[in-house]
């Protein structure tokens, strides 16, 4: 995983603390799935990840900073296996965790999550 111009163009309004947390969320979607495909939408101040670029059909999470926290979302979030009810919102399909601190990225019940909707309605990563 190396530096992004574009991560750090999207999240450069926010506090130390929340850019903090929005990189170390990164680094753990990289640990997660080494070879995922990111895109920044700068603008937007929010980054996809999946196995390719299309949002639709292949990104299965993604990062959006907040004032007080970093959005975790999921793109099949409600479809999820999510027992301890760590994930957010009403939506048909997404949901979200909010990063509070970095410690939160620790949560192995979090991790089984991200690992579980790396495969979710995905298509698997094709070496090129």
């Given at each position: 995983?190396?530096?992004?111009?574009?991560?750090?163009?999207a999240?450069?309004?926010?506090?130390?603390?929340?850019?903090?947390?929005?990189?170390?969320?990164r680094?753990?979607?990289?640990?997660?799935?080494?070879?995922?495909?990111?895109v920044?939408?700068?603008?937007?101040?929010?980054?996809?990840?999946?196995?390719?670029?299309?949002?639709?059909?292949?990104?299965?999470?993604?990062i959006?900073?907040?004032?007080?926290?970093?959005?975790?979302?999921?793109?099949?979030?409600?479809?999820?296996?999510?027992?301890?009810?760590?994930?957010?919102?009403?939506?048909?399909?997404?949901?979200?965790?909010?990063?509070?601190?970095?410690?939160d990225?620790?949560?192995?019940?979090?991790?089984?999550?991200?690992?579980?909707?790396?495969?979710?309605?995905?298509?698997?990563?094709?070496?090129?």
């Amino acid at each position: 995983m190396e530096t992004s111009k574009e991560f750090e163009q999207a999240i450069q309004s926010f506090s130390n603390d929340i850019k903090g947390i929005a990189r170390q969320t990164r680094k753990l979607i990289y640990k997660v799935l080494p070879e995922v495909v990111e895109v920044v939408w700068v603008r937007q101040k929010n980054t996809g990840f999946g196995t390719g670029p299309k949002k639709k059909t292949e990104h299965f999470c993604w990062i959006m900073p907040a004032t007080n926290h970093v959005n975790l979302g999921f793109n099949y979030g409600a479809e999820l296996p999510d027992p301890k009810k760590l994930l957010e919102g009403t939506g048909k399909l997404f949901r979200h965790y909010k990063v509070k601190s970095v410690n939160d990225l620790s949560n192995p019940d979090l991790i089984k999550l991200l690992k579980f909707a790396t495969t979710y309605r995905v298509p698997t990563i094709t070496v090129r």
